[in-house]
């Protein structure tokens, strides 16, 4: 089999090493990935799904890879390869291939805050994948993903979602923040979080819920019933009305720098309050939500409206990636979770979704039904045909 580009998606995988004992090795281990992630790409959901795609353009795959043997895995080797894979080797080069990609698309995610400095927001989040855990493998993921474009720039394994607080530093300090920031769910709102990313150079934006009771109450307190002593300068806010997807929607944020100097929490530059109201045009129905966050930026470095547009873009990671992974490629209906392969086929999922937005396509789904249509593409993308 021709060696891939070490720059392709396939060229960062040759260099997972090859889990099987001597004695086992048929086929090529490159050989092996490539038909796996290629049938990733061409949209097929499950470890069945790829063999039967693999040996229904067994002709086509054989003439385009030239395998030493000359022949198809069968089902069994092909799952074997997932189940054992050497998974932390495979998510490091997974978020190296990822990682590359963002650094050609530098414009994604980025937002020029009001003291002219470019920062580039990353959101970090876990998920649950259901359907490996529904027969007892716990596989809870928890991720950096860049704003806007979704490439997953590293992802780790936890045993339960309280897990997430002890990864998110683990995640971050393998990453250089200087020009950042990260944004974070209620959960991740911890002061050794935000010293950790204070530490690194980069910046932070937390939603704040009850879980910090403390810090929640005086954010409240501020925001409901402001102290007289409050100046009119203290507070400023940015309103945006949007009428899409059968809604018309408010978003209203308010900054205030009143407490920057009381509250006891790492490198406070902000606290702000996010009220979100929508009516569906059609039934009426309203949503009303008021969501505090706090934020190392200050007010030098970033007003309300970038502060809202860091606070849209978090949820890029739920909207662009775990729904992509979820609805579009099954991930939550796949009942493998024998060894690795729950969070292999995961971060196959990462970098293949990656692939198809740096190539330009916003519809997922369509993707995967061209590379479907077209073994030979499916192999073009992931770098397994010289060119």
């Known amino acids: 089999m021709d060696h891939a580009d070490s720059t392709t ?8 090493p090859d889990p099987r004992h001597r004695k086992g090795q048929s086929f090529e281990w490159r050989y092996l990935l490539a038909l796996i992630t ?15 795609w693999v040996h229904e353009h067994g002709p086509e795959l054989l003439a385009a890879l030239h395998p030493a043997k000359g022949r198809l895995p069968s089902y069994a080797t092909l799952r074997r390869a997932v189940i054992a894979i050497d998974i932390d080797a495979l998510e490091g080069e997974v978020a190296a291939h990822n990682q590359a990609l963002d650094r050609e698309d530098a414009a994604l995610g980025a937002v020029t805050g009001a003291d002219g400095t470019v920062w580039r927001g990353q959101a970090v989040d876990g998920k649950a994948v259901r359907g490996a855990c529904a027969h007892g493998a716990a596989v809870h993921l928890v991720s950096v993903v860049r704003h806007e474009s979704g490439y997953v720039l590293d992802q780790v394994k936890v045993a339960t979602k309280s897990n997430e607080i002890t990864a998110a530093p683990t995640l971050l300090q393998d990453h250089a923040l200087a020009g950042t920031v990260t944004t974070m769910d209620a959960i991740l709102t911890q002061r050794a979080i935000a010293e950790e990313t204070l530490q690194r150079g980069g910046h932070y934006l937390m939603i704040v819920k009850r879980n910090q009771g403390n810090l929640w109450s005086a954010i409240d307190e501020l925001f409901r019933e402001p102290p007289t002593l409050v100046g009119d300068d203290d507070l400023l806010s940015i309103r945006q009305e949007t009428k899409e997807h059968g809604r018309h929607e408010t978003r209203t944020l308010e900054s ?4 920057n100097d009381y509250l006891n929490w790492p490198g406070v530059g902000q606290v702000l309050c996010r009220t979100y109201h929508s009516v569906a045009t059609s039934t009426g129905q309203v949503r009303h939500e008021v969501t505090y966050g706090i934020t190392s930026l200050s007010r030098q470095q970033a007003l309300p409206e970038h502060l809202e547009w860091l606070w849209r873009q978090h949820w890029t990671i739920e909207n662009r990636v775990h729904y992509v992974r979820d609805d579009t490629m099954g991930e939550d209906r796949g009942q493998i ?3 690795n392969a729950a969070q292999a086929l995961a971060a196959l999922r990462n970098a293949v979704i990656a692939l198809i937005r740096y190539g330009g396509r916003t519809n997922i789904a369509a993707a995967l039904r061209h590379y479907g249509s077209s073994p030979q593409q499916a192999l073009q993308l992931i770098g397994a045909l010289a060119t």
């Open 256 to 259: 205030r720098v009143a407490l």
């Open 9 to 16: 998606l396939l060229g960062h995988l040759q260099d997972v």
């Open 337 to 339: 979770h024998k060894g």
């Open 38 to 52: 290629a049938a990733v790409a061409s949209g097929h959901k499950n470890m069945a799904a790829i063999w039967q």
